[in-house]
């Protein structure tokens, strides 16, 4: 990988808008505080764009997190907190930078690879509205209907990760041409910016991803982050469960 700076019209966001899971977030207000192998989540992410000598990114938090975010992470770098979920942060990002490429980091995929990172910055071109890592899926897909359920090709699916890199005013069309029909439905945020862009007709690029850009939400997921950092084993089989490749 080369030692130039990649990436410098790029304004890295850090998306730390996952609730407190049951089970890790104890004495956390978001996922991405935990600890992990002696550092937390979001610090192992900011050491990774740094490395990556990208421009400093900044946090968006919700309103509950903001603060214990601003404590740990100290003055650098910026924690913008909103209200609202993902769509509502988005515009808020917006609203508080005019950079012209957004990088847009899940805080929850702490341990995505720099090598993923970069090749998703260097992917844009201009004919490209947006660049994403995506990645096989591996576990089988059921369609259900009336009737049952149905299987569905894997091969005809992907799973997207992070981070997601678009164009500005891409984005801000794609949060205008959300007009939803009904009144917000109570739960978490389901938008995507991604897959509402590729409704409102943007080009999107895909670079492959990555098994460690996992999203670190739960017991499970944070005893598979210390597996793949070598701080715990993978017992498993002891208690019969099938192993994948």
């Known amino acids: 990988m080369s030692s130039a700076p990649i990436g410098v019209a790029v304004r890295p966001v850090v ?24 550092s937390r989540l979001i610090t192992r992410l900011l050491g990774t764009i740094e490395d990556l000598r990208l421009r400093d990114p900044l946090i968006v938090a919700e309103r509950d997190a903001a603060p214990q975010l601003r404590d740990v992470l100290g003055p650098r ?3 913008l907190a909103v209200e609202g979920g993902r769509s509502a942060a988005l515009r808020a990002v917006l609203d508080h930078v005019d950079d012209e490429l957004l ?16 090749e998703v910055v260097s992917a844009l071109g201009a004919d490209v509205d947006a660049v994403v890592p995506v990645i096989a899926l591996t576990d089988s897909v059921k369609e259900v209907r009336e009737e049952g359920l ?25 949060l205008d041409g959300q007009a939803p029909a009904a009144p917000p439905r ?32 739960d017991r499970l997921s944070l005893w598979q982050a ?17 192993r994948r490749g």
């Open 15 to 38: 998306l730390a808008l996952a609730p407190p899971a049951p089970g890790i977030s104890r004495d956390t207000a978001t996922p991405c505080l935990e600890m992990l192998g002696g």
């Open 77 to 79: 770098p910026p924690v």
């Open 103 to 118: 990088l847009l980091h899940d805080a929850e995929r702490a341990l995505t690879p720099a090598s993923v990172i970069h």
């Open 150 to 174: 149905r299987n569905i090709d894997r091969s005809t699916l992907t799973g997207m990760q992070s981070p997601r890199l678009l164009r500005r005013e891409v984005l801000r069309r794609t």
């Open 186 to 217: 109570p739960g978490p945020d389901r938008f995507d910016e991604v897959l509402t862009a590729v409704e409102h007709g943007a080009r999107v690029r895909t670079v492959p991803g990555s098994h460690a850009g996992f999203a670190v939400l």
């Open 226 to 242: 210390q597996i793949s950092l070598g701080l715990a084993r993978d017992t498993s089989h002891r208690y019969g469960i099938s």
